[in-house]
């Protein structure tokens, strides 16, 4: 996290990074909201208070500036992700690949033991692979037309696939941000993955319990079986369906175990649909390319089924990159200008327990994605703000370790400007503020763990000669 502050600049003042943080807050609120409307807006407003307040400051405009950019920058892998993940999406329906789940997912899965289903499967995808974008953009999309087809809402499926999905992420030893979190605090990574168990099978195991008594209350009823037959119909009516056509999946999932980086291994799965689309749904180079630029559109003339395939390509991720964008200018500034670390420092101070400071981690880690947009940058900002005070109370790094990914990890798509969550709405098609209360998951963890610390259960201490180490060091 940046700290320099440059010749002829002060450190803001509580206060000033306080304003700068409410006209964020307050600008969407009242935009989402009270009004029902986009986010853009009043983030770039919350830019310019900002900035104003770095001037303020004495900061000149080519650093602020450059925190714009730096912020930017730090984007775009993820923008990059979401235009490959819009093609695939797009290719993929066209293919027949995703109308093929949906059809066999219908028969085969049952409407009481759906919402469950979809939580195990996703999270077994998801710890496979090392990665919940890669699962959500491709077993979640399919699983979200599953639950269409028994009459689930949208919201309630969209929670339950994040939930596993992001289980699976924070579990992983395949997943950048379970190897990322103990390389910033200076422990291993399967010390921090047994550490993380205690409170995330808490977790977990409370989100199984609550998928499957809803499961029961939204179960089909006997009304929706026709629904399901007419989908079925049509689907089978419309598309070729093959069981050919799970490979361009088993493609996605073998090269994300074999750690290949998310962007190339994504291609690969929509050139193995694009493959698919020629060879079993007759496309061609025109409708493919059309439909990777501008997504499919299901012309079957069942609503329900044109409601489900209608999606995917290039442009529909436009809408979420610009958010993104909007965000990380926000971020880059708050750091840059060193006003996020004025608010990090001030929750620390009250930090006098282990209780307490495991508290202040999780709120700063979340206040992190909030502001920054980007959940690398919060667990950076999580593990290197507190490192030094839990080695000062003798704690050892994984509770540090596991208190950051508990928090920054599955919140960053609780926030529907962060990357996360602007890439799961993107994917999903179910806007974050509807699918947040259902993500039972990603909001247990940080209260499971911040239990976990005033209870001083599984507190690990810091040990003597890692201690003795680290002062003669």
């Known amino acids: 996290m940046k700290t ?19 006209s964020l807050i307050t600008g969407i609120f009242i935009s989402i909201v009270l009004y029902g409307l986009d986010a853009h807006i009043p983030m770039l407003l919350g830019v310019c208070v900002a900035s104003l307040v770095a001037l303020r400051c004495g900061f000149s405009w080519t650093n602020i500036q450059n925190g714009m950019v730096r912020g930017i920058t730090a984007a775009i892998p993820a923008t990059i992700i979401l235009l490959v993940v819009g093609i695939l999406i797009g290719v993929w329906i066209l293919a027949g690949v995703v109308p093929t789940l949906i059809y066999y997912g219908l028969q085969i899965i049952s409407p009481s033991v759906f919402l469950p289903t979809t939580l195990i499967i996703c999270a077994i995808t998801s710890l496979a692979t090392g990665t919940s974008w890669g699962t959500t953009g491709t077993v979640g999309v399919a699983l979200m037309g599953i639950g269409a087809g028994l009459g689930f809402p949208a919201p309630v499926v969209a929670g339950a696939v994040l939930s596993g999905a992001y289980f699976g992420d924070k579990m992983s030893p395949l997943s950048d941000t379970t190897n990322m979190a103990p390389a910033m605090v200076g422990t291993d990574v399967f010390t921090h993955i047994k550490h993380m168990f205690y409170t995330t099978s808490v977790s977990f195991g409370l989100t199984l319990l609550i998928e499957i008594f809803l499961g029961r209350s939204y179960a089909a009823q006997e009304g929706n079986l026709d629904r399901i037959d007419t989908i079925l119909k049509t689907l089978e009516d419309n598309f070729t369906l093959n069981p050919v056509l799970l490979l361009p999946i088993l493609v996605v999932m073998v090269v994300s175990y074999k750690k290949m980086p998310a962007i190339p291994g994504i291609a690969m799965g929509a050139v193995a649909g694009v493959i698919c689309a020629v060879g079993l749904q007759g496309a061609n180079f025109e409708t493919i390319s059309a439909v990777a ?11 329900d089924v044109d409601s489900l395939l209608s999606r995917g390509g290039l442009n529909s991720m436009m809408y979420t990159i610009a958010l993104i964008f909007a965000g990380m200018m926000f971020g880059g500034v ?16 009250y930090a006098k327990s282990t209780g307490s400071l495991i508290l202040s981690t999780v709120l700063t880690a979340i206040m992190a994605n909030i502001v920054l947009a980007d959940q690398y940058m919060a667990i950076v900002m999580g593990a290197r703000s507190f490192a030094p005070a839990y080695r000062d109370r003798g704690l050892a790094p994984e509770n540090l370790s596991r208190a950051v990914e508990d928090s920054a990890t599955v919140t960053a798509n609780l926030v529907p400007w962060n990357a996360g969550g602007a890439y799961q709405f993107a994917t999903l098609g ?13 909001w247990l963890s940080p209260l499971v763990t911040i239990l976990f610390g005033y209870m001083g259960w599984t507190i690990t201490p810091l040990k003597s000669e890692d201690a003795d180490g680290r002062s003669d060091a």
């Open 430 to 442: 179910v806007p974050t503020i509807l699918y947040l209360p259902f993500n039972f998951f990603c």
């Open 334 to 349: 708050m750091e840059r200008t060193n006003q996020l670390k004025v608010v990090a420092e001030k929750i620390l101070s």
């Open 4 to 22: 320099t502050i440059p010749d002829g600049a002060r450190k803001p003042h509580m206060r000033e990074a306080i304003i700068s943080l409410l």
């Open 293 to 303: 630029m501008w997504g499919f559109e299901s012309k079957t003339g069942v609503e």
